[in-house]
């Protein structure tokens, strides 16, 4: 329970599509932990819905203007935006498959998810360890099959802690304007290693940043293909 509510500084990933989002957006953070994602967004004038089953969590968020926090434990009981569609939908270190398919029914018409999760082989790290919390080889690419993946992620980085990732960012619909990157620095996101697989797909071009690539860039690249998205 401490680690859920220990951090605080917003994934670099979230942050670096965060500038999709336009103000006045509606915004859904699953398993909002700390707030640092619902805080994120508040403040670029957002209007967040924060969703945890961690009542603390909601007591770290009273009073924040834009945020509306519920208390709900959404792998046993009813999801709590039945007929609800979102601009945003923002999900770290959290799965519960059941809840994919829900989420991408919850994306509004314009809506972009922005997914980050740890992976099979985070075992070797430390916790989590059990398979039914670590996504398998491109199973977000599966389930988000459809929608226009606009960057794709699945390796090792060093920092907070050395963990195996894999995470999206996908749109329901996208144009050219949308579907724009930001430009990425020289060292990647949460010191992803040059040794991690990395799929950045660019309105149909897609380029991997790999030196050498190990036994995980051949599975990345099978995941990709087989979703029709590397030609």
């Known amino acids: ?74 792998e046993s009981g009813a999801w709590p935006y039945a007929g609800h569609s979102f601009d945003a939908i923002v999900v770290t270190n959290y799965l519960h498959r059941p809840l994919l398919p829900v989420l991408r029914d919850a994306l509004s018409s314009n809506g972009v998810l922005i997914y980050e999760t740890f992976a099979a082989g985070n075992e070797r790290y430390g916790k989590p360890s059990n398979p039914a919390f670590l996504l398998k080889p491109g199973e977000l690419l599966a389930a988000f099959a459809g929608l226009h993946v606009l960057a794709f992620e699945d390796g090792v980085i060093s920092a907070p802690r ?14 050219e304007r949308r579907a724009r990157l930001e430009p990425i620095s020289e060292s990647a996101p949460e010191g992803c290693e040059q040794k991690a697989a990395s799929a950045v797909l660019r309105l149909g071009r897609s380029s991997a940043t790999v030196q050498r690539p190990p036994p995980s860039i051949h599975r990345l690249l099978f995941a990709t293909r087989s979703a029709g998205i590397l030609r």
Do not use: N, Y
């Open 1 to 74: 329970m401490a680690d859920h509510l220990a951090l605080e500084t917003p994934s670099a990933w979230v942050q670096r599509f965060a500038h999709l989002v336009a103000a006045g957006a509606r915004v859904l953070d699953v398993a909002s932990g700390s707030g640092r994602h619902a805080r994120l967004f508040a403040d670029r004038g957002c209007l967040v819905d924060a969703v945890d089953r961690d009542a603390a969590c909601g007591e770290k968020l009273a009073g924040i203007v834009g945020v509306r926090f519920t208390c709900a434990d959404i």
């Open 162 to 175: 050395p963990a195996c990732i894999q995470r999206i960012c996908v749109l329901r619909s996208a144009d």
